[in-house]
């Protein structure tokens, strides 16, 4: 047995000018509260075929192969709509990204990055050189999800007492 992969601190910042407290003053109030959970999902089918899928909250350990669910959740607690802000979340070390289960919607949009949160996309891709017909050939190819080091939405706004959800699957090598 494997020893769960602690959850990885993720990153929220908001897109506005964010001010910087200087030591003497207190800590300006939170605007956004977000919680990450780590949760095993475990897959079974019964004897018609039917596959169904059980969440154990917070396991204790963990086996190669397991699926892990990573979900955020933020909750607005400013008491006023904040503007665009991104919710970034590392693919925890010892896990590759396997699948997306809140995929980009009409607030949010979701981006990728393959160097540790350096540089983001959608669709993050790779040039490559071959040999074709005798003749060298570069093009961009899509990088394989496994790849993945980080996920981000970015959500356009976030009303007052607003919570959102998001989450993706990742695979414990």
Known sequence: MQRLIPPILFVLTLAQAQQTTPPAQPAAPQNVTFTLTQDLVKRSADSSGKVTETIIAAPRTVLPGDILRE???LRNVSGRRLGQLNVT???PR???FSV???PAGERWKVTYSTDSGKTFSAQPR???TATENGRQVTREVPIPTSSYTTVR???TSLSPDETLKFSFRVKVK
């Open 153 to 155: 939405w970015t959500v």
């Open 89 to 91: 979340v590392p693919v």
């Open 100 to 102: 997306l289960t809140t």
């Open 126 to 128: 790779r040039t490559v």
């Open 71 to 73: 979900e955020v959740t």
């Open 94 to 96: 010892g896990t590759e």
